[in-house]
């Protein structure tokens, strides 16, 4: 039994491979009770601040579905609601400090690391990570319990993560807490994405350092075919590099002419088809974090396939925030 009270969600990195087991453990136990109609009310009378910076359909609604099937109660903060917001009339560190003052966690989904990182300096209740651009914890830990469901022990598993070609040019958020996540547990993970596209290689080497200790393995390839070789998972995701998303793309531009002429030249290599999930071992599943855009990141004809696992994982968002915010907003965590 771990002791995660008052503690934040901020990196994969702040949690020791134990502490990750039993969060997934508590998520998976949380999940069995809830199919048996249980309601465990371990948020009663709890308030969680949801902060969010960018649209979420899963991170949020399964955030206010969780905190509610725990008896709690979800605020949704957005731009509009905050003076820090549109308005732009108060101090950052204010506002964060007089939500600590109502609220018992937040659930923070910011467009800058910095925000995201003096949110959880100047609260002194657990702030989530609800997406940052360096990191997307919560959607590594609901693949991690997704995989868990799937294949039991991940110390013998090997996962490919694959970049997907989509026009949107999300950050690498969850790539770098998926390298976390292999380095901590233990497994075999290959990242496969184009040159111009790599992950934060200081998160990339923290990782290697991680797995050093576990017995893992993270490399980085420029090809699926090399990538889902004996792969358990292929799992699917569009990212830009740290350097090119610092630019703006996301929130003010697509890029240049000659980023967005080198990005158009990589859609038809970089789309997961049943010919390259025909590479990887028999019973290989794919994940994909979602939202996804269909036939450009992966063919219909995978995601509509039995391979498919992505609405497991989305489900597993819900179960294993539940643990997340149970274990560190609340007093005690009985089953
Ligand atoms: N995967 C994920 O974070 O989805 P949303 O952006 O819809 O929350």
């Given at each position: 039994m771990q002791n995660l009270k008052?503690?934040?969600?901020?990196?994969?990195?702040?949690?020791s491979a134990e502490e990750i087991e039993f969060i997934v453990d508590v998520g998976r136990q949380l999940k069995r009770e809830l199919k048996m109609g249980r309601y465990n009310?371990?948020?009663?009378g709890k308030s969680l601040a949801a902060i969010f910076e960018t649209p979420s359909t899963r991170t949020s609604i399964s955030f206010e579905a969780g905190v509610q099937q725990m008896g709690g109660h979800m605020l949704w903060l957005?731009?509009?609601?905050?003076?820090?917001?549109?308005?732009?009339?108060?101090d950052w560190h204010d506002t964060i400090k007089t939500i600590a003052r109502y609220c018992d966690g937040i659930a923070y989904r910011s467009i800058g690391q910095a925000r995201q990182l003096s949110a959880a300096e100047f609260a002194d209740i657990p702030v989530i990570n609800a997406s940052s651009p360096v990191e997307h914890p919560c959607q590594a830990f609901a693949d991690a319990e997704t995989m868990m469901e799937k294949k039991?022990?991940?110390?013998?598993a090997k996962v490919a993560f694959c970049w997907g070609y989509r026009t949107a040019n999300p950050p690498a958020g969850l790539t770098n807490s998926t390298m976390l996540m292999a380095g901590k547990l233990g497994f075999e993970l290959v990242i496969a994405c184009p040159e111009?596209?790599?992950?934060d290689m200081d998160v990339y080497r923290r990782a290697q350092e991680c797995a050093s200790l576990s017995g893992g393995k993270i490399s980085l390839v420029r090809s699926y075919e090399e990538a889902v070789h004996d792969a358990d998972f292929i799992n699917v995701y569009s990212w830009v590099s740290p350097e090119m998303f610092a630019k703006g793309l996301?929130?003010?531009?697509?890029?240049d002419a000659t980023f967005q002429a080198r990005k158009a030249a990589l859609k038809e290599e970089w789309r997961l088809s049943a010919r390259v999930v025909g590479?990887?071992?028999?019973d290989c599943m794919v994940m994909h974090c979602m939202p996804i855009s269909r036939n450009t990141e992966v063919t219909d004809e995978v995601l509509n396939s039995?391979?498919?696992?992505i609405f497991d994982q989305a489900e597993n968002r819900l179960h294993v925030q539940k643990a997340i915010m149970a274990l560190t907003m609340s007093a005690t965590v009985n089953f």
């Open positions: 008052g503690r934040d969600c901020i990196s994969i990195d702040g949690f009310p371990l948020l009663l957005d731009s509009h609601r905050l003076w820090v917001g549109e308005a732009q009339e108060e039991g022990d991940l110390r013998k111009g596209f790599d992950p996301e929130t003010h531009f697509q890029g590479l990887a071992r028999k039995p391979a498919s696992i």
